[in-house]
Nanobody, 129 residues
C-alpha cells in the first residue's frame, strides 16, 4: 500500500524560508514522478512543481519559479520543497502527490490533480507580513 506524508510546515515571516519534506512508502519510489500542490483558503488546489523519477531539474508554476526548488532523495524515499523568499500569498496547505502510472512531469498535464493517484494529508504553511 502506498502512503504519502508531508512534514515541515509552519509559520514564517515574509522573506523567510522553509523546507517541506514528503516521505512516501510502497511500490518503488525511485520509479515515480512526484509533485507538490497547494491550496490557499477559498481557492482551488494548484500545482506548483513536479520532478521526474531521477531527480532532474523540476518543472515549476510561474507563481513560484525562481523562489522554490524541488528535489528528492530516492535512497530515503523523500521529496523536498525548498521555499525561499516566502510571501503572504504563499500561505496555503501544501500537498505532496505521487504518480505511479506515467512519466507525468514530461507532459503538459502535470498540473492536473487527476493525474496523480496518491496524496498526502497536507501540511500548513503560513507566511506573515
Amino acid at each position: 500500500q502506498v502512503q504519502v506524508q508531508e512534514t515541515g510546515g509552519g509559520l514564517v515571516q515574509a522573506g523567510g524560508s522553509l523546507r517541506l519534506s514528503c516521505t512516501s512508502s510502497g511500490l518503488i519510489f525511485s520509479d515515480d514522478h512526484m509533485a507538490w500542490f497547494r491550496q490557499a483558503p477559498g481557492k482551488e488546489r494548484e500545482a506548483i512543481s513536479c520532478q521526474n523519477s531521477a531527480g532532474g531539474s523540476g518543472t515549476y508554476a510561474d507563481s513560484v519559479k525562481g523562489r522554490f526548488i524541488i528535489s528528492r532523495d530516492n535512497a530515503r524515499n523523500t521529496l523536498y520543497l525548498q521555499m525561499n523568499n516566502l510571501k503572504p500569498d504563499d500561505t496555503a496547505v501544501y500537498y505532496c502527490a505521487r504518480n505511479t502510472r506515467s512519466a507525468i512531469c514530461y507532459r503538459d498535464s502535470w498540473f492536473r490533480e487527476s493525474t496523480y493517484n496518491y496524496w498526502g494529508q497536507g501540511t500548513q504553511v503560513t507566511v506573515s507580513s
